[in-house]
């Protein structure tokens, strides 16, 4: 079924009558050079959020009590009416264009957006939203809602568009924001109030440029890295497809690791090293998307409960099978890690004769996490190693 403006249809009422849900966005053109953020408001019967906590974006990814989660890739939210909090009683799913008045960007540069909900078992599409976004010319789009009624969840299309980004939307919920990417000057929070919530995402835009996260508590929680990459390039058409005969890239994300013990060792997919997350090195990386048809991309999870115990973490990023086309991968890599500003790390310079990328370096500092951009090339693992002197030994290997 799907859905037009304004259209509802009742969850509860469904012959499936799911007691979990997911809102899956997609748009089209896929490969847009539009950077988009997904979020959901938990909002009261008045239509505001009870905390800043009712806010799950690409900083804070669960509403507490796991009745709401964000799909690390952004394009997913997985709704479980049961452990909603009594107070909620409305859901908004939004998308936003970062930066895109800064960038003179609007959804009108898409043709559509597309909201599925389905089964939480991911097997029975529920309703489709298609919204046509062509004449658009707004950066932030409220896309729907559940609500309950009666004590009914129904969900309804709602395809509003909005002016501003992601900081104008979470005020008119009721988030206080204490930075706007869009914005010009935000003005200082008054030192008496809460401490507002942190939208930033910060662009390490040039080479060796480093940045230093703050130990707050007693760690960091879960620190989740994500390498993507341009799937059209992939496709076996034109310059790079010609390259790689026809062949999808397998760009691997991996990294090598020190402890303060003076341990040292790699965690990648080649020769099956995935690590740990709850024994050392607490390092784990998160399958191996072999063909480069993921939409997320490859994930690799440190436990940052335990980074007193790691002394440096090198991300690196390696062109198993295919020609060493860096260029046409436009591979990005981001670092989130929670109540802490989004890192983003872009390879954009490009070595086209060296299968190995060093990305970043996170460096322990009085248990503080120094991110550094690196983006060097190396032919393999070894001269890698001996640039970063790890002093591991090396044999040949393979993925099965």
């Known amino acids: 079924m799907d859905l037009q403006p304004g259209q509802n249809f009742s969850i509860s009422q469904h012959s499936l009558a799911p007691a979990a849900?997911?809102?899956l966005l997609d748009w089209t053109p896929a490969d847009t050079p539009l950077t988009l953020d997904a979020s959901a408001f938990a909002l009261t019967a008045q239509g505001k959020v009870r905390g800043d906590g009712d806010l799950i974006f690409y900083n804070q990814l669960e509403l507490a009590g796991g009745g709401i989660r964000r799909a690390e890739d952004g394009r997913a939210f997985t709704v479980r009416f049961a452990a909603l909090p009594a107070a909620?009683?409305?859901?908004?799913?939004?998308?936003?264009?970062?930066?895109?008045q800064r960038r003179g960007q609007s959804f009108g540069q898409l043709s559509q957006v597309r909201a599925n909900i389905r089964a939480a078992d991911g097997k029975t599409v529920l309703a489709s939203f298609p919204l046509a976004t062509k004449m658009m010319p707004e950066t932030a789009l409220i896309v729907g809602e559940l609500y309950r009624r009666n004590g009914e969840?129904?969900?309804?299309?709602?395809?509003?568009?909005?002016?501003?980004g992601l900081g104008p939307l979470a005020r008119q919920y009721g988030v206080e924001v204490s930075d706007d990417p869009d914005a010009a000057a935000p003005p200082p929070p008054a030192s008496a109030a809460p401490k507002p919530i942190r939208l930033e995402k910060i662009t390490l835009e040039k080479k060796g440029s480093s940045i230093s996260l703050e130990k707050k508590g007693q760690g960091f929680g879960e620190i989740v890295v994500n390498l993507n990459w341009n799937r059209g390039g992939n496709s076996g058409g034109g310059f790079f497809g010609r390259l790689t005969g026809g062949r999808k890239v397998d760009l691997d994300l991996g990294c090598l690791f020190k402890?303060?013990?003076?341990?040292?060792?790699?965690?990648?997919?080649?020769?099956?090293?995935?690590?740990?997350?709850?024994?050392?090195?607490?390092?784990?990386?998160?399958?191996?998307?072999?063909?480069?048809?993921s939409a997320q991309g490859e994930f690799?999870?440190?436990?940052?409960?335990?980074?007193?115990?790691?002394?440096?973490?090198?991300?690196?990023?390696m062109i198993y099978?295919?020609?060493?086309?860096?260029?046409?991968?436009?591979?990005?890599?981001?670092?989130?890690?929670?109540?802490?500003?989004?890192?983003?790390?872009?390879?954009?310079?490009?070595?086209?004769?060296?299968?190995?990328?060093?990305?970043?370096?996170?460096?322990?500092?009085?248990?503080?996490?120094?991110?550094?951009?690196?983006?060097?090339?190396f032919l393999d693992h070894r001269f890698l190693d001996q640039a970063y002197d790890f002093g591991l030994r090396w044999v040949a290997g393979s993925k099965d």
């Open 88 to 100: 909620i009683e409305r859901i908004a799913i939004a998308l936003t264009i970062d930066q895109g």
């Open 153 to 164: 969840w129904k969900f309804r299309a709602v395809g509003q568009g909005f002016v501003g």
């Open 259 to 293: 402890l303060r013990n003076g341990r040292a060792g790699a965690v990648q997919a080649l020769g099956d090293s995935f690590g740990n997350l709850h024994q050392p090195p607490y390092i784990r990386l998160m399958g191996d998307d072999r063909s480069g048809a």
């Open 300 to 317: 690799l999870h440190i436990n940052g409960q335990h980074w007193h115990e790691l002394e440096r973490v090198l991300l690196f990023a």
């Open 321 to 377: 099978e295919g020609a060493p086309n860096w260029a046409e991968t436009d591979a990005v890599v981001t670092v989130q890690t929670p109540n802490q500003p989004t890192l983003e790390i872009r390879i954009d310079s490009h070595r086209n004769d060296q299968r190995m990328c060093a990305l970043a370096m996170l460096e322990n500092h009085g248990d503080n996490i120094k991110v550094t951009k690196l983006v060097e090339y």
């Open 21 to 23: 849900v997911e809102i």
